[in-house]
């Protein structure tokens, strides 16, 4: 009996699962997406936000009809210490208007079954509650995967299940992920009136401000917490190394509640009612960590791939973005019946060529360099910025010349000629960033 074969097989109906099969249908191809879930969404989490202009490459004005909660206007940027914190914001009254915004809140379960219903309607067979086994390889070529129910044979095969991919470790071979390239994000969605996050976060019904948090509980730990706002709920959430987790032997659900306690955050989340909670292992190993991205007849896109740019939480336009160019290489290589290494490594051409990887690339070190002094420039100097806030911003009768005295005294005598080695290690961090 002759095997039916379909030009496409996606495994994972996450953003970049969708897109390439969004992309694919468009062209005319036959995909079919295989999601373990029981709908697109329901097993997938992140921060909150999407960004719009590579969203809009791929769904022009999404706005119009999609379910997004709030447009971003505002980001703010917390650095915290035990009782105090240092708030930096920035705001463009341009990002409200449409053809100048920057990103959106989203509620993935809502967001994800959008996506899935514009790749449908342009042909794509989506499959939920499937679990994918294996990858199929034939005389060193992946030729489909196998569930457990049946055999999908595909011309090309696109790996979008998230990270610690287990196809990518069949077709690949690679380890199991290093505890200092994956982070444990946990988040909590908590029920406001529409009325009272906008008075707290001084915005009007459809804007929405976005904070980003270093310190806190996750002081001296390679991490970052957030804050999102929905049109009736805000989301906060970190994530932490689990190099950091296990040697501080903390629990992340602890890290958050302290989180929600902190004298800055607690103020924005008061009376609010807990939706949901939530936990998901985030790829952190960034550009050095990535596995190979194409083999013969096999692509690998989002998470899966190591995609996510820590530096700035974004994730999921990544995914996206890698979604769109392995469907735009898989188009190519159908068109000329090639779906040989050597055709998909278009996909990663693609890739080098945009926005991602040169980002990626631009902040290679960054999480290396941080890892290996942590203490300092995440515990040491976020506390002494804060000291010379709370210093300068305090009226005790002592004369302000006699207090900077001291407490540039008192860096020194901590730091001491360390101070030279930390600028340097600074200098040659942003150089890197500069020079990429």
């Known amino acids: 009996m002759e095997r039916e074969v379909v030009d496409v097989v996606i495994v994972g109906a996450g953003p970049a699962g969708i897109t390439a099969a969004y992309t694919l249908a468009k062209a005319g191809k036959e995909v079919v997406v295989l999601e373990r879930g029981d709908f697109p969404g329901s097993k997938n989490m992140f921060g909150g ?21 709030r447009n971003n206007v505002e980001h703010k940027y917390a650095l915290l210490g035990d009782k105090d914190g240092t708030t930096i914001s920035y705001r463009n009254g341009n990002h409200s208007e449409e053809g100048h915004y920057n990103s959106f809140t989203v509620i993935r379960a809502k967001w994800d079954r959008w996506c899935a219903e514009q790749a449908e309607a342009e042909g794509a067979f989506i499959v939920p509650e499937t ?32 990270v610690n991919s287990l196809l990518a470790k069949q077709a690949w071979n690679y380890p199991e992920i290093k505890p200092q390239n994956v982070a444990l994000g946990i988040k909590e969605v908590i029920s406001l009136p529409k009325e009272k996050i906008n ?14 948090i ?109 979604g769109k160019f392995a469907a735009q290489t898989a188009v190519q290589a159908l068109d000329k019946e090639d779906y040989s290494a050597n055709m998909l490594s278009l996909y990663k051409k693609k890739l080098d060529e945009s926005f991602v990887m040169k980002d990626l690339k631009t902040y290679k070190d960054v999480i290396v360099t941080l890892e290996k002094n942590s203490k300092t420039f995440l515990g040491f100097y976020p506390e002494k910025i804060n000291e010379f806030m709370n210093q300068f911003t305090s009226v005790d009768s002592i004369p302000k010349k006699k207090k900077y005295i001291q407490f540039v005294g008192d860096v020194l005598e901590q730091r001491s000629f360390a101070l030279v080695s930390d600028g340097l290690k600074l200098a040659n961090l942003a150089g890197g960033i500069l020079l990429r």
């Open 199 to 212: 008075d707290r976060f001084n915005v009007d019904d459809k804007s929405g401000v976005i904070y980003t």
């Open 49 to 69: 936000a999407i960004y719009a202009q590579p969203v809009a490459e791929i769904f022009p004005e999404f706005w119009k009809s999609a379910p997004v909660e």
């Open 214 to 322: 270093l310190g806190g509980p996750m002081q001296a730990m390679v991490g970052l917490g957030y804050v999102y706002t929905n049109l009736e709920s805000v989301v906060v959430g970190l994530g932490v190394t689990l190099e950091d987790l296990t040697h501080s032997k903390t629990k992340p659900y602890e890290l958050l509640n302290e989180l929600k306690k902190h004298p800055v955050i607690e103020p924005l989340i008061e009376g609010g009612e807990l939706l949901e909670y939530s936990a998901h292992l985030i790829p952190e190993g960034g550009y050095k960590a990535m596995p190979d991205l194409y083999k013969d007849g096999v692509m690998i896109t989002g998470d899966a791939a190591m995609l996510v740019n820590n530096v700035h939480w974004e994730g999921t336009n990544l995914a996206m973005t890698s």
């Open 131 to 162: 679990l994918v086994e294996s990858l199929i390889i034939e005389d060193g070529r992946v030729v489909g995967v196998k569930t457990e129910q049946e055999e999908f044979y595909a011309k090309i095969t696109i790996i979008a299940d998230g």
